[in-house]
């Protein structure tokens, strides 16, 4: 089973851009995929935040706000979820999922805290 | 908007069966372009996809390999719901199961339930 693997913990100030990473085994091309990404707050679900694929296939959650975008570093193999601009609200965890061989594959998640 | 609530015993114990219910509204589990998910969650394991169900002229599953011979995921067309059944469950199977949609050529799960803790112990 693949695993997509995430940094555990991003910590940033207010303000600042958060850039978290969800990298896929070698093996797996990150430009074949679409990557889900997902917001976790404690006792809720997760939340759908946006799928990217490329510049030309993405897609925003409902309301979700445009501060959060995709993209990819096909030299690292990675989906990169963007924060721009932290809020206090944006304090969570954070998953990545991808469609690979007819299974849901979740990323290991970050926990983003903002100081 | 679609909304997904799971419902189900709390508690099972190691060896029994586990079964789950999520009820849908704002669509239909016969839907041609709606797909319907179980996923679970643990502190041990993390986020884990289960299965799936849908229907397109024929109704199809998907099974996570690590599931296969244990899990069974079913429609229920007149009651607008599909069902979890985890055989012989261990300690292990203790998390919080969500259901959840994703539409058709998505790739991707948009709407989730609020989830159900179900514990598994003598």
């Known amino acids: 089973q693949a695993v997509l693997t995430q940094p555990a913990s991003l910590s940033a100030s207010p303000g600042a851009p958060a850039s978290l990473t969800c990298t896929l085994p070698s093996g797996i091309n990150v430009g074949t995929y679409k990557i889900n990404w997902y917001q976790q707050k404690p006792g809720s679900p997760p939340q759908f935040l946006l799928r990217y694929k490329s510049d030309s296939d993405k897609q925003q959650g409902s309301g979700v706000p445009s501060r959060f975008s995709g993209s990819k570093d096909a030299s690292a193999n990675a989906g990169i979820l963007l924060i721009s601009g932290l809020q206090s609200e944006d304090e969570a965890d954070y998953y990545c999922?991808?469609?690979?061989?007819?299974?849901?594959?979740f990323g290991t998640g970050t926990k983003v805290t903002v100081l | 908007q679609v909304l997904l609530e799971v419902s189900g015993p709390g508690l099972v114990k190691p060896s029994q069966t586990l079964s789950l219910t999520c009820a849908i509204s704002g669509d239909s589990v016969s839907s041609n372009s709606a797909i319907w998910n179980w996923i679970r969650q643990s502190p041990s394991r993390g986020l884990e996809w289960l299965g799936r169900?849908?229907?397109?002229?024929?109704?199809?599953?998907n099974y996570a390999l690590s599931m296969r011979g244990r899990i069974t995921i079913s429609p229920d067309t007149s009651k607008n719901q599909f069902s979890l059944q985890l055989n012989s469950v261990s300690p292990e199977d203790t998390a919080v199961y969500y259901c959840?949609?994703?539409?058709?050529?998505?790739?991707?799960?948009?709407?989730w339930g609020q989830g159900a803790l179900v514990t598994v112990s003598s």
């Open positions: 999922m991808i469609w690979h061989n007819d299974a849901h594959v």
């Open positions: 959840a949609r994703e539409g058709h050529g998505d790739f991707g799960i948009e709407y």
């Open positions: 169900t849908y229907y397109t002229s024929d109704w199809y599953r």
